[in-house]
């Protein structure tokens, strides 16, 4: 089992180009979902997905679109970078997303926008 | 709006007890989670509290009181290995997709 993973591990974009995150989980979790963490601050949940086909606004979702075709992947877009969007991106999945369920993180993508 | 307050430093020695509250104030209150991420790493899940009154896992306890939007995540003989940021996160729907963190906690263990 090699859990959830992410690529890139680190990534540089000039401001306005776009690009895809990738996360991809084995675990057969139905639901997953996208962080971003800045320093010093906890982590705010971007986009996330109940299941296949299903997707929903977090707290931090403007500039930013996801998808949902499979099980197994859920990969971020940047549509157009910004300076903003320099973090560190986790993915995370969970069996059923209930309260209280344990969330798996992927080992993060730190994203640097010029 | 929604907020989890949670100190910013906490500093202890080996084999000592350490305490790292989390008070919270958010629409909708399903439970009540911790997790643990060592510099540069992925966040790790420790404990989630639904109900009232104490969890314990080992070295690490959690604790809850819903009345007074109030938790904490309790580690006992600290070890050096214990040195990383700790998390609260706030439940606030049935489903867990509503998940809210707080800023976090770094804990450093000292010889």
């Known amino acids: 089992n090699a859990g959830v993973t992410q690529t890139p591990k680190f990534q540089v974009l000039k401001t306005g180009q776009s690009m895809t995150l990738q996360c991809a989980q084995d675990m057969n979790h139905e639901y997953m979902s996208w962080y971003r963490q800045d320093p010093g601050m906890g982590l705010r949940l971007i986009h996330y997905?109940?299941?296949?086909?299903?997707?929903d606004q977090g707290e931090v979702p403007n500039g930013y679109n996801v998808s949902r075709s499979t099980t197994e992947d859920f990969p971020l877009r940047l549509l157009s970078a910004a300076p903003s969007q320099t973090s560190v991106y986790f993915c995370a999945s969970s069996f059923s997303g209930g309260t209280g369920d344990e969330q798996f993180f992927g080992p993060g993508t730190r994203l640097t926008v010029l | 709006g929604q907020s989890l307050e949670q100190p910013s430093e906490v500093t202890a020695v080996e084999g000592a007890i350490v305490q790292i509250n989390c008070t919270y104030q958010t629409s909708g209150f399903y439970g009540l989670s911790w997790y643990q991420q060592h510099d540069g790493g992925a966040p790790t899940f420790l404990s989630y509290n639904a109900l009232d009154g104490l969890e314990e896992t080992g070295r690490f306890s959690s604790f809850l009181s819903r009345s007074d939007s109030y938790g904490y995540l309790l580690l006992q003989e600290l070890q050096m290995k214990d040195s990383a940021s700790y998390f609260c996160?706030?439940?606030?729907?049935?489903?867990?997709?509503?998940?809210?963190f707080g800023k976090g906690t770094t804990l450093s263990v000292s010889s």
């Open positions: 997905s109940v299941g296949a086909g299903i997707t």
């Open positions: 996160a706030v439940s606030r729907n049935q489903a867990g997709t509503a998940l809210i």
